[in-house]
């Protein structure tokens, strides 16, 4: 049931300026889904949706897509390995790139991460739990081997 209201969610985003909870809420009644403000607000907070300033001036909610490696070339410049265990992952970097690497990942801003700390050649990203950590590795890894 969750699944299927956060993928109408996510639909009704997308077709409408849904600009408040309470509209939001409205819609997914409108399609036969009743839902408390509680759990719309933990929908919302799951999603990671945003509010952003629509074209003609209104604050709508978004799904922003999730920031990618390979728009910034640091990491295939600076990164030489990456493992994860549990739900730490440690980025091995070329020596005196930690900190800068860090700074880049840092400013993506990605939900998954908890924090980070960065040495002179390695960095300690604390994720959300054990699948964000494999996802993570293996979307670095992928863009390491371009």
Do not use: H
């Amino acid at each position: 049931m969750k699944k299927k209201r956060q993928d109408k969610i996510l639909e009704l985003i997308q077709k409408n300026m849904v600009t408040t909870q309470e509209m939001l809420k409205q819609l997914l009644e409108d399609e036969g889904m009743s839902v408390t403000q509680a759990t719309l607000s933990r929908d919302i907070n799951e999603l990671d949706l945003k509010k952003m300033m629509s074209p003609s001036g209104v604050s709508v909610y978004v799904k922003l897509s999730k920031p990618e490696f390979n728009c910034s070339p640091i990491f295939r410049d600076a990164v030489v390995g990456v493992e994860y265990s549990m739900n730490m992952v440690v980025i091995k970097c070329v020596t005196g790139m930690a900190q800068a690497v860090c700074a880049t990942l840092d400013r993506m801003e990605r939900a998954e991460i908890i924090g980070t700390i960065a040495g002179d050649d390695t960095i300690f990203a604390l994720m959300k739990n054990e699948s964000a950590s494999a996802e993570f590795t293996d979307e670095l890894r992928s863009v390491l081997s371009e």
